[in-house]
């Protein structure tokens, strides 16, 4: 005889972070039956990412009208590809609408979690303690700040930070002001704050492609238009989603694709058109292929890099002094503020947090030489725990938004499957994750990721750390869970 299904009001659901993914989890889980949910959110608002980096210029590289949820789409975006600041208040509104505020405790960091009995064990920074039966990890991405080893870094006199550490209000307003990094955090602030400071010297290790997509502002016309007719909206949305998956995000994953010779065109083409000194140009030029680094979109860096006022440099950096950056011809650099655009710990997930599962086992041991999961959403040993955009994922110039909501569906449906008998348990098998890493793996040496550069998307092996197909099949393949890949089991009678 079938035990009986639980109540869905018996659960309780911990998420941690309310960023993109955690407001999403809220939502999607209260759509789905389940109330009992607690976030906890280390900072004092929500937004995540777009909360955190407010340094001039930042912004979205993945088009305004696909970059937010598919149930709530935004018809009055002021540019094609929006400002943080209009994202932040998109996912503060969004968070306000659905009630999301009222699940969340704000300035509370998760330290530890702990499995006892079939419950998470949930420490929290205060030294206080709550148990869950399930734990979504909404911890994001791009959110460890990643400092370069640089000798004298705690000696400079003027102002450092980094990027995304921008002090609230702080200016580059007739500042000379060194950044060091090129990657799309770089780009974005030189572009911006070009017309406002003193002289501008870019630390460039190495030269970047550049697709020169204008960021058109969109017309009140285009908005009411827009705003008046939802079909009209979501005939947008499916266009764009169209172009961007095929010529763009699906284009990294067959180097040899001819929408990855597209974007290597585009991007020559931007180089030669847009600067026009050849010594310049030269060293902005990259020796490898397009989007072997992650593609750097701006309709206007070129031009800020090369007004006069503006300096590239690609000596090496020896060392910081208390006036400068000193750099390998022997030159010091003077300048009154350093911004360490030198991206993030993009393979931290989980961590800094102590994470336990079964049979005392911690997740920094499983991880250890590198971090791991099943579709890139759970870890053997460790039930009904699990990441949104987790290891191993689509990071690769997708939309992280509707990664996260396909990952959020495919989750609830393991969820249901573990409570609809009584079973409460779901993991996923170690077998069918190590086969999943090993296809994976093979499936990266067609990826432009391997074609010979050095990004934060390679591992310590020198293998792409990403899922390296399509994205369809990426909706195909989580469109429904493979259940034989899963070990379903009750929670223990002493729980």
């Known amino acids: 005889m079938a035990t009986a299904q639980i ?12 960023g993109m993914a955690g407001i999403l989890s809220a939502i999607k889980l209260k759509e789905a039956g389940f109330h009992n949910i607690e976030i906890f959110e280390k900072e004092g608002e929500v937004g995540g990412t777009w909360r955190e980096n407010r340094y001039p210029g930042v912004a979205c590289d993945v088009p305004s009208h696909l970059y937010c949820y598919s149930f709530e789409q935004k018809p009055d975006w002021s540019h094609v590809f929006s400002e943080g600041s209009e994202i932040f208040n998109y996912f503060k509104n969004v968070a306000i609408k659905y009630g999301v505020y009222d699940s969340i405790k704000f300035k509370l960091e998760v330290t530890k979690l702990e499995l006892k009995d079939g419950l998470w064990n949930v420490t929290t920074s205060d030294g206080k303690n709550t148990t869950a039966n399930y734990v979504i990890a909404a911890t994001g991405v791009l959110h460890h700040p990643k400092y370069p080893d640089i000798e004298g870094i705690d000696l400079f006199k ?23 990094g090129t990657g799309s955090t770089a780009v974005q602030i030189v572009a911006a704050s070009i017309e406002d400071v003193d002289q501008m010297y870019l630390f460039q290790r190495t030269a970047q492609w550049v697709l020169g997509v ?31 998956t095929a010529y763009f995000a699906d284009a990294v994953v067959n180097a040899e694709s001819k929408e990855a010779n597209m974007l290597q065109e585009s991007c020559l083409f931007n ?45 090496h950096i020896v060392r910081i002094t208390e006036s400068g950056i000193e750099i390998d011809t022997g030159e010091t650099i003077g300048l009154d503020t350093i911004v360490l655009a030198t991206g993030f710990k993009v393979d931290a997930f989980l961590r ?3 994470v336990v599962g079964e049979d005392s086992l911690k997740l920094d041991d499983v991880w250890n030489p590198r971090p791991y999961a099943y579709m890139s959403i759970m870890v053997p040993k460790f039930p009904n725990l699990f990441l ?35 079973d ?14 090993a296809r994976r793996v093979e499936a990266t040496k067609k990826t432009v990721w391997v074609t010979g550069c050095n990004s934060w998307y390679l591992d310590d092996r020198g293998i792409p750390s990403v899922w390296p ?12 869970p493979i259940l034989d890949d899963f070990i379903f089991e009750k929670v223990p009678s002493n729980a």
């Open 158 to 180: 003027g102002d450092i930070f980094h990027s995304a550490r921008w002090p609230e209000g702080y200016s580059l307003k007739n500042k000379k002001v060194g950044v060091v």
């Open 271 to 315: 180089l030669e058109f847009n600067v026009p000194d050849p010594v310049l140009r030269e060293k902005l030029r990259p020796n490898y292929k397009a989007a072997c680094k992650r593609l750097i979109v701006s309709p206007n860096f070129y031009q800020a890099i090369s007004r006069t006022n503006a300096h590239l440099i690609t000596d």
């Open 424 to 437: 409460q348990l779901v993991e996923p098998k170690t077998e069918a994750t190590q086969d999943f890493e």
């Open 388 to 422: 949104l955009n987790g290891p191993n994922g689509p990071v690769g110039n997708f939309s992280l938004i509707d990664v996260a909501e396909i990952q959020v569906d495919y989750c609830l449906q393991l969820i249901e499957r573990a409570i609809e008998d009584g």
């Open 7 to 18: 109540s869905k009001n018996e659960l309780k659901f911990v998420i941690i972070g309310a």
């Open 352 to 354: 800094p947090m102590t």
């Open 214 to 244: 204008p960021n058109d502002v969109i017309d009140e016309q285009t908005r009411e238009k827009l705003k008046n007719s939802p079909d009209e909206l979501q005939k947008m949305r499916d266009e764009i989603s169209r172009t961007f």
């Open 469 to 480: 197909w399509t994205m369809e099949k990426f909706r195909d393949d989580m469109k429904q």
